[in-house]
């Protein structure tokens, strides 16, 4: 008989955090930005320059790591992983080994048949990200750029807990919401602000002892992650399953051929030559400290779902996407605030926006318009001074352009004609136009009504009333 095999992972998560400079120096971490521009001697590695912590990378980490119910280290210190590559200015890596900042926490996922389980997090330490090596085919070198070397990461390191892709992709859910709850950081996978690395085995289903693993570096995106696991899982056994062993080592995933290729031997910790880092002072946390940055603590997504449904008597599915992203929430409550329509937002929100955010393949963080316009064009659409069709293309030029809606209207002329006489005088010619349509209305077709309705908002450009349409034919007819 076959043997069963049971996938275990663990996860290492790398986010980058959302601060104006860098880890260690003034320096700014905006993404994009011509190359090595955003350097200054301590992030390119200058020999004699020092290294001083931002206090807000600090907040950040105690932040994230009190919001997934780990014990913040109340001594902690730097240390230097020493290795040597290009992209590595100082040839050493300022990260935290013997203390890191968090330990012991837990995550609670929901796995794919509904049951509620735990991911334990063995630490999260902060560390510096490196440097990018840009390979130019064309010239046949390899270029650097120094503007990512510095800016703050924290490292968020699992235990062997998951099973499956389905429950690392619920874990990476759960770690992104609540990151960007905590504004501790965007974790746009496809910026690199939000990167993991797989460490999988295979064991025999039963058995106690885990297998040899293997690391897959840098994925950036929860398809290429699930893709990595199955692809990797099938490797390994089919590995086993003809009598071999598996290799522990760093694999990387290409995506596009579907499949992973060995980088290196894997090192262990002793490689690194870790020390103490000798020009940072440790750090040591007060409860006082402590007890700040928990009340700092924004309300989470679990308590935001049960507010909006007692507070707004929302459909749990409009419920469920609004508060999928902090912003998405945010802007919900900000446009409600103002217009006291929480139905009417909600809508706006979960289809013309979503739908929006799907075909430019943006993130709800990217979303342009304002809570005010955006109340601004719910209030003209119920005020019956734009109709339905005229808010559609109205609310388009807003999440492009965040145009003031009320501004538009006026100066596009778009404003719904509600004059009777005007109107009546359209309808009235129409329906002299068009004999053979009010005769099949006359012989019971219905539908004929839906005709001469187009004709006139074609007359009218689209800019008057449809129930007022409606009504005056029937009347004329």
């Not at 980058?16 to 521009?37: H, M, V, Y």
């Not at 609540?178 to 690199?192: F, H, M, P, R, V």
């Not at 409550?333 to 979503?354: D, F, H, Y």
């Amino acid at each position: 008989m076959a043997k069963q095999y049971e996938t275990v992972i663990g996860l290492e998560v790398h986010v980058e955090l959302a601060t104006k400079t860098k880890i260690f120096c003034g320096c700014s971490t905006a993404f994009g930005g011509a190359p090595n521009t955003h350097v200054c001697p301590v992030c390119s590695g200058m020999p004699g320059s020092l290294p001083v912590l931002n206090k807000q990378v600090l907040e950040y980490a105690m932040a994230v790591g009190m919001a997934l119910n780990c014990d913040i280290t109340r001594y902690a210190k730097f240390d230097r992983k020493n290795y040597f590559y290009p992209d590595n200015p100082q040839n050493y890596q300022i990260s935290q080994l013997y203390l890191p900042i968090c330990r012991n926490g837990k995550v609670e996922i929901e796995t794919a048949d509904g049951a509620k389980k735990f991911v334990g997090i063995h630490e999260i330490h902060m560390e510096e990200d490196a440097g990018k090596l840009i390979h130019d085919e064309w010239e046949d070198c390899s270029l650097v750029d120094y503007n990512r070397s510095g800016v703050p990461l924290i490292e968020i390191v699992s235990e062997p807990d998951m099973r499956s892709a389905e429950e690392v992709i619920a874990y990476l859910e759960k770690l992104r919401m609540t990151i960007q709850y905590l504004g501790a950081s965007d974790c746009k996978l496809q910026e690199g602000s939000m990167r993991a690395d797989v460490n999988l085995s295979l064991r025999e289903v039963g058995a106690t002892e885990f297998g040899t693993r293997t690391e897959m570096k840098n994925l950036n995106s929860f398809k290429a992650i699930a893709n990595a696991i199955k692809g990797e899982t099938e490797r390994q056994m089919d590995l086993l399953e003809a009598g071999k062993s598996v290799v522990q080592e760093t694999r990387r995933w290409d995506d596009t051929k579907g499949e992973s290729y060995a980088m290196r031997s894997k090192e262990d910790a002793q490689d690194y030559r870790y020390f103490p880092d000798p020009d940072l002072t440790p750090i040591v946390v007060s409860q006082e400290w402590l007890d700040e940055i928990k009340a700092r603590e924004p309300e989470f997504r679990p308590e935001k779902m049960a507010r909006y449904k007692a507070e707004f008597d929302l459909p749990d599915y409009d419920i469920e996407i609004i508060t999928g992203t902090k912003r998405m929430a945010d802007l919900f409550e900000a446009t409600t605030a103002i217009c006291n329509k929480p139905k009417k937002v909600s809508n706006w929100l979960m289809v013309q926006t979503m739908q929006l955010l799907k075909e430019e393949s943006m993130d709800a963080e990217d979303i342009r318009f304002s809570p005010e316009h955006l109340a601004s064009l719910i209030e003209l659409t119920d005020s019956k001074a734009i109709n339905s069709s005229v808010a559609k293309e109205v609310f388009e030029k807003m999440f492009h352009d965040d145009i003031d809606p009320v501004q538009y209207v006026e100066e596009n002329g778009l404003k719904t004609v509600n004059d009777e006489g005007a109107l009546r005088k359209t309808i009235e010619e129409i329906v002299a136009a068009n004999p053979q349509s009010v005769e099949d209305y006359h012989n019971g077709k219905e539908k004929a009504i839906g005709f001469l309705v187009g004709q006139t908002m074609k007359a009218m450009k689209g800019k008057a009333d449809p129930g007022m349409v409606n009504q005056i034919l029937k009347e004329i007819l």
